[in-house]
C-alpha cells in the first residue's frame, strides 16, 4: 500500500507509479489517438455532408450520463470490497490483542503460553497467503514436526485454529482454564475465523464476468465512435478529446479492477504484510509483560 501525503497535491500530479493509469495505459491512449486521427482525416477531407454527425452529440451526451452512472456505481463497488476487508484485517489485530491479553492473564507460565504466544501471529500470518496463492510456511514459527505436518495441508489456518481449541480444551480439562475464562477465550478465537471468512468471501466473489464485460465493451465503442461527433465541430482536435476521453473512462475501470481484490501485494493493496508484523509484536509484547 502507498503512503503518501494527500495534501500535496501539485507534487502527485507529477507522480508516476507503477500503479499510475496514465503508466499502465499509454499505449491503448496513443492506439485510441491514432485510429481518431484516421477518422478525422476520412471524415474531413471525404464526407461531403456532415450535417448528421451534428446530431449525434445529444446522443453521446445521453450515452456519456449512462456511462458515467455504471463507472460510478463500478468504483463504489470495488471500493466497498476493499474498504470491507481492511475492516476486517482491523478486526483480526483487535482480536489477537484480546486473546493475548486474555490468555496471557489466565494461563499460567510455560508451555500453554509460549504456544498460544507462537500461534497467534502463525495464524495471521497463514491467513494473509491464504487469502494470497498459498500459504509460506517460513514465515511461520514452526517446529520440524509441525512443518511437515502444515506442508500436507490445504488450509493452513483451520489447522492453526484447531490446534488452539485443543490446547484451549486441554487446559479446561486440567482445571487450568474455567468454564467462564474459556467461554470468554473461545468468543475470540470465533471471531478470528469469522473475520478470515468474510476475506475469504469478498477474494473468492469478484463482480460478475457479464457485468465487466458489458462495461468494457461500453466503454470501447463509446471511446472509438465518440469522435464522429466532435469532428464537425473540432476537426483534429478530437483526438485530443478521444484520447482524453478514454484515459479517464478506461482508468477508472482499471482502478476498480485493482481495489477490488485487496489481499495481494499491489501497489494499492491492502497492507497485510505490515499488519501480520504488528500483530506479532504486539503480542510478543503482551506475552512478555504478563
Known amino acids: 500500500m502507498i503512503k503518501y501525503n494527500p495534501k500535496n497535491w501539485f507534487k502527485l500530479?507529477?507522480?508516476?507509479?507503477?500503479?499510475?493509469?496514465?503508466?499502465?495505459?499509454?499505449?491503448?491512449?496513443?492506439y485510441i489517438g491514432a485510429f481518431s486521427a484516421l477518422l478525422s482525416f476520412l471524415i474531413i477531407e471525404y464526407a461531403t455532408n456532415t450535417k448528421p454527425l451534428h446530431d449525434l452529440v445529444s446522443v453521446y451526451s445521453l450515452v456519456g450520463f449512462v456511462i458515467s452512472l455504471l463507472l460510478v456505481f463500478r468504483t463504489n463497488t470495488a471500493y466497498d470490497r476493499w474498504w470491507e476487508g481492511r475492516k476486517k484485517w482491523g478486526c483480526l489485530v483487535n482480536d489477537t490483542r484480546n486473546l493475548a491479553i486474555k490468555i496471557s492473564a489466565i494461563v499460567p507460565k510455560?508451555?500453554?503460553?509460549?504456544?498460544?504466544?507462537?500461534?497467534?501471529?502463525?495464524?495471521?500470518?497463514?491467513?494473509?497467503?491464504?487469502?494470497?496463492?498459498?500459504?509460506?510456511?517460513?514465515?511461520?514459527?514452526?517446529t520440524a514436526e509441525e512443518f511437515k505436518v502444515f506442508e500436507k495441508?490445504?488450509?493452513?489456518?483451520?489447522?492453526?485454529?484447531?490446534?488452539?481449541?485443543?490446547?484451549?480444551?486441554?487446559?479446561?480439562?486440567?482445571?487450568?482454564?474455567?468454564?467462564?475464562?474459556?467461554?470468554?477465550?473461545?468468543?475470540n478465537l470465533n471471531a478470528l475465523l469469522d473475520s478470515l471468512g468474510a476475506c475469504e468471501r469478498i477474494r473468492n466473489t469478484p463482480i460478475p464476468f457479464s457485468y465487466s464485460l458489458f462495461l468494457k465493451k461500453f466503454i470501447f465503442i463509446f471511446v472509438t465512435t465518440i469522435p464522429l461527433a466532435f469532428i464537425p465541430s473540432f476537426g483534429?482536435?478530437?483526438i485530443i478529446i478521444a484520447m482524453f476521453l478514454f484515459y479517464v473512462l478506461v482508468s477508472m475501470e482499471v482502478l476498480a479492477e485493482e481495489i477490488e481484490e485487496p489481499f495481494g501485494d499491489d501497489?494499492?493493496?491492502?497492507?497485510?504484510?505490515?499488519?501480520?508484523v504488528k500483530i506479532r509484536e504486539n503480542v510478543r509484547e503482551i506475552f512478555q509483560v504478563h
Open 110 to 142: 510455560g508451555e500453554s503460553r509460549d504456544f498460544f504466544c507462537k500461534s497467534i501471529p502463525n495464524f495471521v500470518f497463514a491467513s494473509k497467503e491464504h487469502l494470497r496463492k498459498g500459504v509460506h510456511l517460513t514465515e511461520l514459527e514452526l
Open 236 to 238: 483534429y482536435y478530437s
Open 267 to 276: 501497489d494499492n493493496d491492502l497492507p497485510t504484510d505490515q499488519l501480520c
Open 13 to 30: 500530479i507529477f507522480a508516476l507509479h507503477k500503479s499510475d493509469t496514465m503508466r499502465m495505459l499509454w499505449k491503448e491512449i496513443l
Open 153 to 187: 495441508k490445504v488450509h493452513v489456518p483451520n489447522v492453526i485454529s484447531l490446534q488452539m481449541y485443543q490446547k484451549l480444551q486441554e487446559l479446561k480439562s486440567d482445571g487450568k482454564v474455567s468454564e467462564v475464562e474459556y467461554l470468554a477465550i473461545d468468543n
